[in-house]
């Protein structure tokens, strides 16, 4: 928690020129006024070494590397070197995502494995199928706000086929896992939530537009709450499937 609001406050103060542009984020501190951007730059600067410092000493060394991976690539690669550079921004920012799951791993489990490194790593592989539908959902105020997010440079139907071809991957990608130790009640759930997830961006690619993007984001973003309470449900009530 921690680590989220220093980061986020740090990508509020490098954002505070274009976020006025979008009525997404235009509501934020500094462009509505209620927070100084110097004051928010302090917090975010401070809340994110206390983040790293406390996972160091009250977890381990593992967690604080991941947390502070986490703010790293964040903050730095993608708010600074690639949010307003290219399409690939959200992308290769996804590891952010994973990092706070390979944090969360390891602090529960004192260290890291290869299943903890691919349960976080499918992160990382949903993560452009669900800020493309957002991108489609608001890409008007993206190309306001003159950042290159997918469907500005290529248009909302090659952006809907990337979503899909994103979405086959992140299917097999999450049963996959089963081989490396979940069990059937994971399988079950993974299934079920990655076909719908699926049906929906099939869909998608039939009508681009931004009012079904916006229903397929609301399909999308409960994905991976449902995959990690599938991960705990699979620890308390383990059936191996092979």
Not at 208 to 219: D, G, I, L, Q
């Amino acid at each position: 928690a921690l680590a989220s609001a220093g980061s986020s406050a740090l990508n509020h103060y490098y954002d505070k020129d274009i976020d006025p542009k979008m009525t997404r984020t235009s509501t934020r501190p500094i462009p509505s006024g209620r927070m100084k951007s110097s004051h928010v730059l302090i917090y975010g600067l401070v809340v994110s070494c206390v983040s790293v410092i406390y996972g160091y000493f009250a977890l381990n060394a593992v967690s604080a590397f991941f947390i502070a991976l986490g703010i790293f690539s964040y903050v730095v690669i993608y708010t600074v070197w690639l949010k307003r550079l290219n399409t690939s921004n959200i992308v290769i920012g996804g590891i952010a995502g994973s990092a706070a799951a390979w944090a969360g791993w390891s602090a529960a489990t004192g260290s890291m494995d290869l299943l903890g490194f691919l349960v976080g790593f499918l992160v990382f592989v949903w993560t452009p199928s669900h800020f493309w539908c957002l991108a489609m959902k608001i890409k008007d105020e993206y190309a306001q706000a003159k950042i290159p997010m997918l469907p500005v440079v290529i248009g909302m139907q090659r952006t809907s086929k990337y979503i899909l071809g994103n979405t086959l991957i992140l299917l097999p990608y999450s049963l996959m896992l089963s081989a490396f130790g979940m069990g059937i009640v994971y399988t079950v759930i993974a299934a079920v939530s990655g076909g719908l997830m699926l049906s929906y961006h099939y869909k998608l690619t039939k009508n681009p537009t931004s009012e079904f993007a916006w229903k397929a984001y609301k399909v999308t973003a409960p994905y991976l709450t449902i995959i990690f309470v599938a991960v705990a449900l699979d620890a308390a009530f383990h059936f191996p499937l092979f």
